[in-house]
Every structure is written in structure tokens, then in C-alpha cells.
């Protein structure tokens, strides 16, 4: 697995102190991304939380994910959680080290009170001594909430005393990027009140033995507004694949007011799917997404390919980025009409941006919210197995394009069929006899497409310069 050593520095580490107005809480900012620049220790927000045991809790949830593995238990994962400042929220973002669970705790407006929220990305220290203070919050004990550095000591910093260099691995930055894609595609199954929200968590299972995954399970809305198990795929059905990897939801039941389900279209006999749980909280809202399966991360599914394969949306991309603003809800048709882009351009050109973490998306209101993750993430494009071996294939001359059938010789010799059929590739390959495409396209038939939309690009170019000559 490729990997790097991702260094993050905080100029002391986050603690949560006693003061004579109630409880204070710090958390230390490293090197990130703000409308001005890059800083090194940018400040998003100084004031207090109006539920403070509630935002704890939530807190510790995305601290859990940041620290967990659900598939090969025995590995360590010490990522620090992502905060960003969107103007009006702060949204804390961690992914599993395993790859497979994304989680996301949001503090709405409402869960705000006295300062201003700025804007910026960074990651925030979520040490240890810190999780253990959390913990012992009380409902009644006021909280002021500190992220980023003292006003004082923005000025006075004479440089990092607390480094830590933890590995990120490439496939961890492309699970970050295709859940959000995935994400996208998901609608709202259901919404549990209270009462039917923690009833149905509590009873999930914990996990088999050492640790191993319970499997996929499915369910369905009841009629008493809660959810059934289901022994198979039905239309309807929402699929919980790994059901113990909700277990951070724990740590917030008791103050859960609903819990929404969000899921893509399911027909009869489907296959796994990924799912997000999003538990409503008071001012916040905190969503789990899991990939389709425990010991299948997010990193393998394939569904930014097709946008990385395009020379036009990596343009559009640069366009659009110029006009992001932190929105916390990014207006496709307000992009559309900016940019004189169509809306389609717009969504491929912010999922080519979601795979450098420059967008997340947010399901509970069906949009895409500006950030930055503060990594190299360039190398999702760079890095990506199946992309770099299209394009090898491209350049090797190796595609042959006959009506709706493209024949590709791969490197092997081997000889492939791939089939366009309304817009829709297969392919002759094992990779597609054994997903279906179900985890994007292979490198075939992203080498076919590539060459097509080449071809395609040419075409219109000829004609601009047909029209021009008359």
C-alpha cells in the first residue's frame, strides 16, 4: 500500500480547562487552508457551545472513527479529525484508518452562541488527556469553545512545540473522495423519532467473534415509523452493511432526537450498498456513512473515474474552484450561471474537486459544502491504479474503436470486448464478470471512453474551425 508520513504541528495540544464562567475547551488548529492563504494556525471560532455535553459526546464520536479500525482490528489508525469553518457551522470530518466508515459531526448555527464562525480548513488535536476531560462533561456545565489559538498568541507564536507525523496512505484519500461521490447519490430512506432511534441501535450487534464483521443485513421502513430487518433486497430496502460499525453512535443516543437514513435507489436482489446514518441532535447533526462492506473500503468503489478521465472536467474543475467561497451549500445552478457552465459540467467538475477534498456533501441537505482537506491529496489522481493503467493503455495505442464496440489489447496480450450500450460500458474482462460494474468502470473501458471523448473533443474542434473557414 502506498503511503507517506503526513506531518501536522499544533502549537500546544488541545485541552479543556476550568474558568470562573464555566468549562473552556481549546482545540489547537495545525497548518491550513483560509480565504486569505494558507496559515499555520488559523482560528475559526472563540465562543460557547449551547449544549455542551451533547457537542462532547459528538465530538468523541468522529475522535472514535479518527482512531478506529473495523476491518483488521489489530492495526492502528491515529489520524487527527478535520474541522472546517463554513460561516454559519463547524463541521468536524474523520475517516476510519480501515477506509471504510466516514463520519461527520456538524454544529449548526443553533448549537453556536457569541462568535463569529470563520472560514478555513484544518486538522484540530483530539489527544488523549483530552478525550478522557470530554467524557466527564456535565449536562449543566457552560462550555466556551475555542478553535484555533488565542487571539494573543496568533501574533506571539514563535513556531510548533507539538509535531506528530502519523502515515497516510493513498487509499485513505481516495476513500475520502468517493464517499463523498457515493454520498451523493443517496436519498432519504427513512426518519426514526427518538424513542424508535435508540431502540433500533441498541439492538444491533456488537460484532462476532475477535472482533469479525456480522455481515450486510437489510431493512425496511414498519409502519410504526421505525425500521425491520428484511432477509433479503426489496425495493425500498436500505442496506446496513456491518451493522457494528455504528457503534460510535453510542456515545450520543441519549440526546438523539431522530435518526434519518440515507441510502441510493435498491431494487430487488441488489447487491450490498453503502448507506449513511445520520443521528439529529440538538444544534448538530452527526453521520456515519459506511462502504458496502466492512473489509471493502471506500477507496476501491470507482465512482469519480469517469471524472477523472476527462481532460474537459479538470478544466471546468479550475473554473469552478475559482469560485467556490466556503459556501456551507454549494448552488449548482448559482455555479452553473457564474461559470456559463451547463449543470452537468458543474457536478463533474465538483466531483473531479471532491477527489482532491476540495468538496464533501452533505446529505441531509442534498448538497455539496466547500472545504480543503489538509493533505497532498493531488495524488488520488496521480495514484490511482486503474486510471494510471487506462491511460497507459491510451498511449500505447491500444484501443481500436469499431461503431459501439472498442477492442482494447492489453498488456498481457490479452484481447477485450468493450460494449457501449445507451451510454453504459461493459466489458469482456474478469474485472466486470465479477463487479458488474459495480465498483466504477476497469481500466478497458475507461481507456475506451478516454479515446472516445478525445475523438469526440476533435470533432467539435474541427467544426468550430469548418465554421470559422465559412
Same mark, same amino acid.
Given at each position: ?20 464562567d464555566g468549562q473552556r475547551l481549546g482545540l489547537e488548529t495545525s497548518r491550513g ?11 475559526? &471560532? ?11 459526546? @459528538? ?31 463547524? %463541521? &468536524? ?39 478522557? +476531560? ?75 467473534? $475477535? ?16 425500521? %425491520? ?13 456491518? #451493522? ?87 448552488d449548482v445552478s448559482d455555479l452553473a450561471a457564474a461559470s456559463g457552465l451547463t449543470?452537468?459540467?458543474? $457536478? ?20 455539496? &459544502? ?70 466504477? #468502470?476497469?481500466?478497458?473501458?475507461? @481507456? ?7 475523438? +469526440? ?14
Amino acid at each position: 500500500m502506498t503511503r507517506s508520513l503526513q506531518a501536522v504541528a499544533y502549537c500546544r495540544p488541545s485541552v479543556l480547562e476550568s474558568a470562573a464562567d464555566g468549562q473552556r475547551l481549546g482545540l489547537e488548529t495545525s497548518r491550513g487552508a483560509t480565504p486569505s492563504g494558507v496559515e499555520d494556525h488559523p482560528r475559526f &471560532f472563540a465562543g460557547f457551545l449551547t449544549s455542551p455535553q451533547v457537542a462532547s459526546a @459528538a465530538l468523541l464520536a468522529v475522535a472514535d472513527v479518527a482512531a478506529a479500525r473495523y476491518y483488521q482490528r489489530q492495526l492502528r489508525a491515529s489520524l487527527d479529525p478535520v474541522v472546517t469553518g463554513n460561516g454559519d457551522r463547524l %463541521r &468536524f470530518e474523520s475517516f476510519s484508518g480501515c477506509c471504510g466508515v466516514y463520519a461527520r459531526l456538524d454544529v449548526l448555527e443553533p448549537g453556536l452562541d457569541g462568535g463569529d464562525v470563520g472560514y478555513g480548513t484544518t486538522n484540530v488535536d483530539v489527544n488523549n488527556p483530552l478525550r478522557e +476531560a470530554l467524557s466527564r462533561i456535565g449536562a449543566d456545565d457552560p462550555l466556551h469553545l475555542r478553535v484555533g489559538p488565542e487571539e494573543l498568541a496568533v501574533t506571539t507564536l514563535d513556531g510548533p512545540v507539538v509535531e506528530k507525523k502519523v502515515p497516510l496512505p493513498d487509499r485513505w484519500l481516495r476513500g475520502f473522495a468517493e464517499a463523498q461521490v457515493i454520498a451523493a447519490g443517496f436519498d432519504l430512506r427513512a426518519e426514526l423519532p427518538a424513542a424508535e432511534a435508540v431502540r433500533f441501535l441498541r439492538a444491533l450487534p456488537r460484532g462476532g467473534a $475477535r472482533g469479525a464483521s456480522v455481515g450486510a443485513r437489510w431493512v425496511v421502513s414498519s409502519g410504526s415509523g421505525g425500521l %425491520r430487518p428484511t432477509t433479503r433486497a426489496v425495493p425500498g430496502a436500505v442496506c446496513l452493511p456491518g #451493522p457494528e460499525r455504528l457503534i460510535a453512535l453510542q456515545r450520543v443516543l441519549r440526546h438523539a432526537t431522530a435518526l434519518r437514513v440515507y441510502s441510493p435507489t435498491v431494487t430487488g436482489g441488489a447487491a450490498a450498498t453503502a448507506s449513511a446514518w445520520e443521528v439529529v441532535l440538538p444544534g448538530m447533526r452527526l453521520t456515519l456513512t459506511l462502504s458496502p462492506d466492512a473489509s471493502r473500503g471506500f477507496s476501491g468503489e470507482g465512482g469519480v473515474l469517469d471524472a477523472l478521465a476527462t481532460d474537459e472536467a479538470a478544466e471546468d474543475a479550475e473554473l469552478v474552484a475559482v469560485l467556490l467561497a466556503w459556501e456551507p451549500r454549494v448552488d449548482v445552478s448559482d455555479l452553473a450561471a457564474a461559470s456559463g457552465l451547463t449543470p452537468e459540467r458543474v $457536478r463533474a467538475a465538483l466531483i473531479r474537486l471532491g477527489t482532491s477534498g476540495r468538496v464533501g456533501y452533505d446529505t441531509a441537505e442534498a448538497a455539496y &459544502f466547500h472545504r480543503e482537506l489538509p493533505y497532498d491529496a493531488e495524488r488520488v489522481d496521480r495514484h490511482n491504479p486503474r486510471l494510471r493503467s487506462a491511460r497507459a493503455l491510451v498511449a500505447a495505442g491500444a484501443v481500436t474503436l469499431d461503431g459501439a464496440v472498442g477492442t482494447v489489447r492489453a498488456e498481457d496480450g490479452h484481447v477485450h470486448r468493450v460494449r457501449d450500450e445507451a451510454g453504459v460500458l461493459s466489458c469482456s474482462c474478469l474485472w466486470w464478470a465479477k463487479y458488474r460494474g459495480g465498483r466504477g #468502470p476497469c481500466k478497458h473501458a475507461l @481507456a475506451v471512453r478516454m479515446v472516445r471523448r478525445g475523438l +469526440a473533443a476533435a470533432e467539435r474542434d474541427m467544426a468550430r474551425v469548418d465554421g470559422g473557414a465559412r
